[in-house]
């Protein structure tokens, strides 16, 4: 099995995700800035607000893919 990583910006969807995995980081203290969790419209109103270029909000999402074994 190989694993594969695709990295792509955050969309409003991911609204749900985000804050989920924000709430990880907070627990451990080790992957966020956060101080408490984040609600799903929290997020989405934040996707709404914030845009760094006119079209983006800066945020990347980082997705894990697995792929069959492949040689060579």
Known sequence: MLLRFLDRSATPDDAGAIP???YE???DRA???ETRQR???EVRHWFESVR???TS????VVERRIAENQTG
Do not use: M, Q, Y
């Open 52 to 54: 760094v270029d006119g």
């Open 20 to 22: 989920r995995i924000d």
């Open 31 to 33: 992957g966020t800035f």
């Open 25 to 27: 980081g907070l627990v």
């Open 39 to 41: 609600s799903p419209e």
């Open 57 to 60: 909000n800066g945020a990347v």
